[in-house]
Structures are given as structure tokens and as C-alpha cells.
């Protein structure tokens, strides 16, 4: 099993940045991708980036392409999500997700683990 813990969360006006961080524990052996989602209120939860593991490869949902950056820090076993840019539209519950999956991209079923979420308000 795998326990993801976000942090990071926050408010911030538009224009400004955060950092989301992810800390897995646990069978950290066990997935191959993490990604954060977002689900804003009366909206459907979607996928915002995934990175893989063992590679670059990086899948960003096109709505923060160029303003979200996700990377992985394999030792220490953590997902970070840089957010620049952010848009009264960004706001949403964020969460961490990992998938044992090798084509989970930003597919949110793909995801086995999940984090408890945390909350990211621009005005």
C-alpha cells in the first residue's frame, strides 16, 4: 500500500505562484507514475499533470500548459507541482495520485493511490 500526503496549499491572487509538494511512503516501489488532479466545487475531478518515474515523460492537461511545471524527486520520494501564472479558474481541491500503470498519462482511473487533497484558492 502507498499513503500520499500533499501540502502546499493555499491562497494567492492571480497572477501569483504556489508549490504543491506530494510525499508518498509505503510500497513506494510499487507505481511507476504520480500525478496531481483537481476537482473544483459542482465540477468533475481532472487530471492536471503525471510524470513518470523511471523517465522525462511528463503529460499536462492543456489548460496549464506552460504555467504548471511537475517533477519527481525519486530519492526522497516526493511529487512537486509549480504553479505559475495561477487564474481565479485554477481554484480547486488538489490531489496526488499514484498509478502502478505504465500508460496511466492523465487517465484518473488508472490511479490506485490517492492523497486526502488539498485546497488552492486564487482570487
Known amino acids: 500500500h502507498v499513503q500520499l500526503v500533499e501540502s502546499g496549499g493555499g491562497s494567492v491572487q492571480a497572477g501569483g505562484s504556489l508549490r504543491l509538494t506530494c510525499a508518498a511512503s509505503g510500497r513506494t516501489d510499487s507505481y511507476n507514475v504520480m500525478g496531481w488532479f483537481r476537482q473544483a466545487p459542482g465540477k468533475e475531478r481532472e487530471g492536471v499533470a503525471a510524470r513518470y518515474t523511471g523517465d522525462d515523460k511528463a503529460y499536462y492537461a492543456d489548460s496549464v500548459k506552460g504555467r504548471f511545471t511537475i517533477s519527481l524527486n525519486n530519492a526522497k520520494n516526493t511529487a512537486i507541482l509549480e504553479m505559475g501564472n495561477l487564474k481565479p479558474e485554477d481554484t480547486a481541491m488538489y490531489y496526488c495520485?499514484?498509478?502502478?500503470?505504465?500508460?496511466?498519462?492523465?487517465?484518473?482511473?488508472?490511479?490506485?493511490?490517492w492523497g486526502q487533497g488539498t485546497q488552492v484558492t486564487v482570487s
Open positions: 495520485a499514484a498509478s502502478p500503470e505504465q500508460w496511466a498519462e492523465l487517465n484518473q482511473q488508472s490511479y490506485t493511490y
